[in-house]
Structures are given as structure tokens and as C-alpha cells.
């Protein structure tokens, strides 16, 4: 975990990452990703990513050092498959995917490689500390507060800071923030971008944890997801966010972890503790599930994971990620329990859209 004594280093943040316009957000990090993967869902050699990404005649030390997730595996360094891959793999370019790739770079926990210092495991501890010690606890995610002043302010004051320039930290931090659109993270709503933060965070979590964990619990998980801040992350305390973390916990683990993506591990995974379902979906296109408790709280999910999703973590299916009613779900699902009661005889005094107007205050 991040050491809170440890200095911060600037790193390489301090060079200029040639971002672009700003309506291009973070489109440029989009297609370095799916470029160095080569369109696979399967860990990848460093050194292959790097290789990759040079052809595009881009940095290639923005995506592998500070946004994705490495590891050094019998000897070689890779870069794994996380939350922020398979949202990049499967689902078009959009804002969601840049609020995304800013908590896993507030996160900052990216691996280790051949070579690597120790403290390049966080290599932006000075971002995870300014959003959750300045922007959630002093400023309560009020974004309009953020910009290069308070920031280099933030990093200078805190003692840590051990560059010779703070200033270009700050103002590279402070433009990055704007164009991958920070501001989408600071409600507290539950929401589908909220529940891929949580996984993208567990994630990196669950992989910096892989030694002293094999088969985590969603009791662990919860634990663990708590060390990484993730409540300050990921933008506005909520007691809606409070009750949909467990139900979220129990889906990443039902699903199997980071083994989500081989659809073979998934399969396997549902003959031990599902045997009695012989559906089986092969594919690892997103596939949306819901909380029928709470119906703000969807997730995408790879769709061989369904069966597992429904049985182990009382999810449902939706299937298409595309836009998703909740108000209709709600009012289906009301009429349906409605209809039960008046077949076992019991006569219900409100309708479904009484019932709807009492839910909705």
C-alpha cells in the first residue's frame, strides 16, 4: 500500500504530454491502449507495448508509467489487463472512458517492472494526496477550486514534494484534469461509471495484494477497496454509494476477479459453484447486469460472467450496455410483483405508479 511517509517524486509528469486540443480529452491515452493490447483482452510484454506505441510516434511512458497496470511475471515485465483496458477494448471513446482514466491515474498504483524503483509503484502519490486530502475532505469535490495555483500550493506546502519544479507538476496536472473532465466524478450518485472506478480500484488493489490473496472474499475486498480511498476517489461521499459498495464487492467477486477476462477460467469457475446451470455465454462483450434491490447500480460486465453474476451476486441481465431505463425497469418489475399478488389471491391497494410516486419522494 502507499506509504504515507514516502516522498513524492515528480517522475516524468513534468515533460510535456502533447495531450492536444481539448476536445480531444484523454483520446490519445484511448488509442494507445487499444494499439499496444492489439485489440486483445491478454497481458501483454512491455516491451511489445512500448514497440507499439512508438509506431504511433507518441510517448509511450504516459500510458505505461501513470495510467495502466503492470507486473513482473517469471522474470519478464507485462502490462495487464484491468478495469480501464477492457472499458477501452470493448466500448467506444467517450468522457466516461476519460473520468475513468483519471481515477485510475489518482489511484497511481501502476506495478511494478524489470528495473522499476520502488517508488514508481505510485508514481503520482501527489495526485492521490491532493485529491483525497484537498479535494474531498477540504473542498468537498467543488472543481471549480481546482486549477494549477492550489495545486502547486497543495504539493509545496505538503513537504514531500521532491522536484525542482513545481510548477510545471501543477499546471500539466491542472490541464489534465479539465480535459478528461474530473467534474464527472464529483456527484454522488450511483452510477455506471462510478461502478467501474470501484472495479477499476479493486483491480489494482486485488493485483498489489496477489501474494497474500488467492481466492478473495467480498468481505476482504471491501476492506481492501477501503485502503485504497476509494470513497474520496471516486467524488462525493453518499450513503446511496455506502449501501451499493457491499452488492458491488460481491458482483467483482462472484465474477471472479481479474480471471473475468479468460472466458475457459469463467466456465470453470461456474461448473465448481454453479454446477447445476449448463448455460454458458462465451464471449467477453460487456454485458450490463443490474441490482434488482437498487436499479441505479449497473455494471458492465464480460458476458460469460452472467450465470455467475445472477446466481452468486443476485444481479440480473439487461445484455445491451447501451442506455438503460431504470424509471421502466422499476415500474416492470412493480407491475410484475403486482400481478404475483393478485394471482395467490392478495389484492395490493396501490398501482405500480402509486408506487413509483411514494419511491420517488
Known amino acids: 500500500m502507499l506509504n504515507h511517509s514516502a516522498q513524492w517524486r515528480p517522475g516524468s509528469f513534468t515533460k510535456n504530454f502533447s495531450w492536444g486540443a481539448r476536445a480531444k480529452g484523454l483520446s490519445e491515452l484511448y488509442e494507445s491502449i487499444a494499439v499496444g493490447f492489439d485489440g486483445l483482452l491478454e497481458a501483454v510484454p512491455r516491451s511489445k507495448f512500448r514497440e507499439r506505441i512508438r509506431a504511433l510516434k507518441r510517448p509511450d511512458f504516459i500510458p505505461l508509467n501513470f495510467f495502466l497496470l503492470n507486473a513482473v511475471v517469471a522474470g519478464e515485465s507485462f502490462v495487464l489487463v484491468d478495469e480501464l483496458v477492457y472499458h477501452s477494448l470493448t466500448q467506444p471513446y467517450g468522457k466516461s472512458f476519460d473520468a475513468l482514466a483519471l481515477v485510475a491515474f489518482n489511484n497511481s ?138 452488492p458491488l464487492c460481491k458482483l467483482y467477486a462472484a465474477c471472479g476477479g481479474m480471471k473475468r477476462w479468460s472466458v475457459e477460467s469463467v466456465h470453470e469457475r461456474q461448473k465448481i459453484l454453479i454446477p447445476h446451470i449448463n448455460e454458458y455465454l462465451g464471449s467477453n462483450e460487456p454485458w450490463l447486469v443490474v441490482d434488482p434491490l437498487d436499479a441505479t447500480l449497473t455494471k458492465a460486465i464480460p458476458q460469460a460472467c452472467a450465470m455467475l453474476a445472477r446466481y452468486l451476486a443476485g444481479f440480473e441481465e439487461i445484455g445491451d450496455v447501451g442506455a438503460f431505463d431504470v424509471e421502466g425497469y422499476v415500474k416492470a418489475r412493480t407491475q410484475d410483483a403486482l400481478a404475483h399478488l393478485k394471482a395467490i389471491n392478495v389484492s395490493p391497494r396501490l398501482s405500480a405508479e402509486d408506487l413509483l410516486r411514494l419511491t420517488r419522494g
Open 109 to 246: 498504483y501502476v506495478g511494478s517492472w524489470v528495473g522499476a524503483a520502488p517508488w514508481q509503484q505510485y508514481p503520482a502519490a501527489w495526485a492521490f494526496f491532493y485529491v483525497t486530502e484537498r479535494l474531498a475532505k477540504q473542498l468537498s469535490w467543488d472543481i471549480d477550486s481546482v486549477n494549477a495555483d492550489d495545486i502547486q500550493k497543495f504539493v509545496v506546502s505538503s513537504g514531500k514534494y521532491t522536484g525542482e519544479t513545481s510548477r510545471k507538476l501543477a499546471t500539466n496536472l491542472s490541464y489534465m484534469y479539465k480535459i478528461g473532465g474530473l467534474d464527472l466524478l464529483s456527484s454522488g450518485e450511483v452510477s455506471r461509471l462510478w461502478a467501474d472506478a470501484a472495479f477499476l480500484c479493486l483491480d489494482r488493489v486485488v493485483a498489489e495484494s496477489a501474494q497474500t490473496y488467492s481466492d478473495i472474499t467480498a468481505d476482504e475486498l471491501l476492506s481492501l477497496l477501503d485502503q485504497t480511498k476509494f470513497d474520496s476517489l471516486s467524488g462525493l461521499s453518499s450513503f446511496n454509494r455506502k449501501l451499493a459498495i457491499e
